[in-house]
Nanobody
Framework: QVQLVESGGGLAQAGGSLRLSCAASGIIGSIKATGWYRQAPGKQRELVATITSSGSTSYADSVKGRFTISRDARTVYLQMNSLKPEDTAVYLC????????????WGQGTQVTVSS
């Protein structure tokens, strides 16, 4: 029903910025909310930010004031500023939606590495 493809990861220095993109295809009108998650080696997957179809946003305390989630018709963005080495992780987006049944779909992830 929905497919997600992340892009924009890479290497940044501490204090730098990166912008991640999560492009959706398929029945995008069925998406109710999209979230960015991250998973560092040896750590549990963590919810970073979410945005609903109405535009409401929420953030983990660890990224408030540094990261901004936004969206356009087909893509959800994560602008990451003032990056820290502890932001290093694989970043994945997930869409939650309803199309007859509730569903959730994950993208493949994109690596973000922040050097000190």
């Amino acid at each position: 029903q929905v497919q997600l493809v992340e892009s924009g990861g890479g290497l940044a220095q501490a204090g730098g910025s990166l912008r991640l993109s999560c492009a959706a295809s398929g029945i995008i009108g069925s998406i109710k909310a999209t979230g960015w998650y991250r998973q560092a080696p040896g750590k549990q997957r963590e919810l970073v930010a979410t945005i609903t179809s109405s535009g409401s946003t929420s953030y983990a305390d660890s990224v408030k004031g540094r990261f901004t989630i936004s969206r356009d018709a087909r893509t959800v963005y994560l602008q990451m500023n003032s990056l820290k080495p502890e932001d290093t992780a694989v970043y994945l987006c997930k869409a939650d939606g309803w199309y007859g049944l509730r569903y959730d779909v994950w993208g493949q992830g994109t690596q973000v590495t922040v050097s000190s």
